[in-house]
């Protein structure tokens, strides 16, 4: 294969994809965490609690996942096979989309 057909750059991308999957899975551990504290400290019903939570749990999931992502984005990158991260985006938008259930819990009963 030619230098310019190659999938693998030996640059630091797949370190900052990694930091930026870290980060993703902070934020969302912390805010999941940080809102369902709010909500029960505000006496918010279990709706707001209940929708905030998957938050913290998909940024577990994720930062759990973390390590081992990397090294199968690695091995693929250095193989020449596409990378599949398909369940942590998964995971990822599903923590989003808690986020966003649970802000508009929060609107509608604070409003």
Known sequence: MSRAGEIWDPGLQSERTRLAWVRTAVALATG???????????GLPPAAVLA???AALCGAA??????????RVQEA??????VDSG????????????????ALVFVMVVS
């Open 62 to 71: 994720l930062l759990l996942r973390t390590g081992r992502r990397f090294h």
């Open 32 to 42: 999941g965490l940080g809102a369902v504290g709010l909500s029960f400290r505000h």
């Open 87 to 102: 369940a942590d985006a998964l995971l990822a938008w599903l923590g989003t989309l808690s986020v966003v259930a649970g």
């Open 77 to 82: 990158l250095h193989g020449g096979r596409p």
């Open 52 to 54: 905030f939570a998957p």
